[in-house]
């Protein structure tokens, strides 16, 4: 039995990471990252418990190295320079977590409802914005708003140039 909890969250995450691999050979790079990123956010949907606390480890077992090692490789494939392939990897793998993370907790129908009516009767007087927008805030299935948000951030990262020099690099 494991004496500390996040050991144990550790333990288990970096052994569930091992069913997270570069997946079927197809597809463009872009196709294929999608994939890897999709596969790490299901696992961590199929165990809530180590979602939130995935948020604040620093997970470095062989099968999270694998993935790390992983998402470069396919940014590469696509041609995006080091410095951004390095700096996307956080981005990409920050949210895929926070995603995972924000629903350990089930909303309720009930809720989803409410929050559907809120924002469809908002005054386009008081908040324009949201009342031009509706329903479209929250259209679409968790699966498409997922891969939406993996694609952008993917093509954010292949046109974002990273600084040339970090912040805290001494060198």
């Not at 994939?35 to 809530?48: G, I, K, N, Q, W």
């Not at 700096?87 to 809720?111: C, K, M, P, R, Y």
């Not at 939406?148 to 690099?169: C, H, K, M, Q, S």
Request: with cysteine; aromatic share 4%.
């Amino acid at each position: 039995m494991c004496g500390d909890e996040h050991v144990c969250h550790e333990l288990v995450r970096s052994e569930l990471l091992g069913t997270v691999g570069p997946g079927p050979a197809g597809g463009d790079w872009r196709e294929q990252l999608e994939r890897v990123l999709t596969a790490y956010t299901a696992m961590l949907f199929e165990h809530p418990t180590l979602a939130r606390s995935a948020l604040t480890a620093r997970p470095s077992g062989p099968h999270y190295l694998n993935l790390i090692e992983t998402l470069p490789a396919l940014l590469d494939e696509g041609g995006v320079p080091p410095a951004q392939a390095a700096w996307g990897v956080d981005l990409l793998l920050q949210h895929a977590t926070a995603t995972a993370a924000e629903h350990v907790e089930e909303v309720s129908e009930e809720d989803w409802d409410a929050l559907r009516r809120t924002l469809t009767g908002m005054s386009d007087r008081t908040h324009p914005r949201i009342a031009a927008l509706g329903g479209a805030l929250l259209a679409g299935a968790p699966k498409e708003r997922l891969s939406w948000a993996f694609r952008a951030l993917i093509a954010g990262i292949e046109r974002t140039a990273a600084p040339d020099r970090p912040r805290g690099d001494t060198a």
